[in-house]
């Protein structure tokens, strides 16, 4: 799965710190703007409880987690869609990711510049996105008297075309992004070929202080930003970037006891991996063996063949059937074997929509 979550933010709003907790890879971060010039892209792997469940019941030889891309950008500064500070380049590396994960500062601290010198996250939010969206408009503006031509002599693509363009453009210098816009399932599928910045899911990523981390709904700038978000229905993700980069230190057994000396029982860095996959319409499937117990990521409503061709193309050219059983079956019934006496597994076939939790045995013959 090729996908991959962008994540933006103004200056110096813990962008690099958070990617480097996210990834451990060590991304320049530095007090001052344009740090990072170059787009870093790190691999993370997806927390998943049932992958510790399966491996206890199965007791494999090893054990693989699924994974995804994080991309972290450069600070976007007003003027972005105008070239101002580094902005051409950094809008062409959001134009290559599938999400956008947004972080905006929620906490004040007179050692971090803030590069329009206040902390005001709806402000950071809105010029991020006004920038965005300028961008986009002027990709539409640049096509739309082009197909406006064809459009007129009653090409029926062009016509087409010319009323999302029109919607866009309307929408646009309404201050609106494309997400918000209402499309026919036609519509949409001229949309997706647009590659506009604001048509991509966003999430938002509260950076708060340390001390907010136990009880950020009372930091009045993260609910702000969940008020903002849910205009949008967006999710938002608390985060203290600056424990998370801490936490990537740590193994698994100093990083449980660093959270419950918090009083935190997750770290906000896998709720958003999570609430990132998820954006992303990713879901995930299992496979279970004595040589191995793996997660598979797979893109929301794809067919058993197409999943099987995750592993192997091989899968997917001879697909037969798909051996199927529920997460939540297995586990009830203890094994594969009770799970087959008790009628949980099901022989399914090519048009099969896989559903996340899903543990398979594919059968196929070359």
Partial sequence: MALTAGIVGLPNVGKSTLFNA????????????????????????VPDQRLLKLTELVVPKKTVPTAFEFTDIAGIVKGASKGEGLGNKFLSHIRQVDAICHVV???????????????????????????????????????????????????????????????L???FEAEQPARAISFTEEQMKIVKGLHLLTSKPVLYVANV???????????????????FAA??????????????????????????????????????????????????????????GVQEVRAWTFRTGMKAPQCAGIIHTDFERGFIRAETVSYDDLVAAGSMTAAREAGKVRLEGKDYLVQDGDVIHFRFNV
Avoid at 117 to 131: A, C, F, S
Avoid at 212 to 217: E, T
Avoid at 251 to 273: N, R, V, W
């Fill in 169 to 171: 453009k309307e929408a």
């Fill in 22 to 45: 996210i990834t451990k890879a060590g991304a320049e971060s530095a007090n001052y703007p344009f740090c990072t010039i170059d787009p870093n892209v790190g691999i993370v792997e």
């Fill in 209 to 227: 202080s340390e001390e907010d981390v136990v009880d950020p709904s009372a930091n009045e700038f993260v609910q702000q930003v969940r008020d």
């Fill in 105 to 167: 500062r929620c906490f004040s601290d007179g050692n971090i510049t803030h590069v329009s010198g206040k902390v005001d996250p709806i402000d950071d939010i809105e010029t991020i996105n006004l920038e965005l969206i300028l961008a986009d408009l002027e990709s539409v503006d640049k096509r739309i008297g082009r197909v406006e031509k064809m459009a007129k002599q009653k090409d029926k693509a062009a016509m087409a075309e010319f009323e999302v363009l029109a919607k």
């Fill in 231 to 288: 205009k949008e229905h967006a999710e938002v993700i608390v985060v203290c970037a600056k424990i998370e980069e801490e936490i990537a230190e740590l193994d698994d057994d100093e990083k449980a006891m660093f959270l419950e000396e918090l009083g935190i029982e997750e770290s906000g860095l896998d709720q958003l991996i999570r609430a990132t996959y998820r954006l992303l319409g990713l879901a995930t499937y299992f496979t279970a």
